[in-house]
């Protein structure tokens, strides 16, 4: 806000922006060095799991526990499909969804629907154009990678104290808002984000 000449104040975009920056600027000037360091063993620690879930063994593990034999981008492809619950998307709202090209998507769509897991329907609005939707066998197989994932992820806190895995759980809520704000500002709607986990 700038207060003009006749005393009110008028919203100004740079005025904003250059708070911003200065309040960035001193918030990081205010870090102690040992938060420094603590930020980057964060960063560390963030690799090491980034690099943990990426791995196709891992990946490929996971899906073996589920008793499901399907690639990567079909399950990427399930899941986006899963999070927009009920709605029919068009094959290029699931390439912008999935950072992909839309005939990749259209390649994996029709794999999916011999299995039985996705289907087409007219879109109403284009006659040309089909929505894809998640079918009931689809819906069973994402379910059951995501109990395996969870079967997985409960191994990992085996030893940990009840109250460490709550302060874990609400730290993580915490830093996980902040991404997910972070990514909207600078990728527009949640819809428009790349990749998600899978």
């Not at 992909?100 to 299995?115: C, I, M, S």
């Not at 759980?169 to 500002?185: C, M, Q, V």
Request: proline share 2%.
């Amino acid at each position: 806000m700038l207060l003009t000449s006749e005393g009110t104040l008028r919203s100004s975009t740079s005025t904003i922006i250059c708070v911003l920056k200065a309040t960035t600027q001193t918030m990081e000037g205010r870090r102690s060095k040992s938060g420094a360091t603590i930020i980057k063993e964060i960063q560390s620690s963030l690799q090491i799991v980034s690099q943990s879930t990426n791995q196709i063994r891992v990946h490929e593990e996971l899906l073996r526990a589920a008793g499901v034999r399907l690639d990567r981008a079909g399950v990427s492809l399930l899941y986006k499909l899963r999070l927009c619950a009920n709605t029919a998307l068009r094959v290029t709202s699931l390439a912008a969804l999935l950072g992909v090209d839309a005939p990749t998507v259209t390649r994996k769509v029709q794999q999916l629907e011999r299995l039985g897991y996705v289907a087409r329907e007219p879109d109403p609005d284009d006659g040309r154009a089909s929505l894809i939707r998640l079918t009931g066998s689809g819906q069973d197989i994402v379910e059951r990678i995501l109990a395996a994932h969870l079967d997985r992820l409960t191994r990992l806190f085996d030893g940990w104290d009840d109250d460490d895995v709550r302060l874990f759980g609400a730290l993580l809520g915490k830093f996980s808002e902040a991404i997910r704000k972070d990514t909207e500002a600078i990728y527009g709607c949640s819809n428009e984000r790349p990749n998600s986990a899978t």
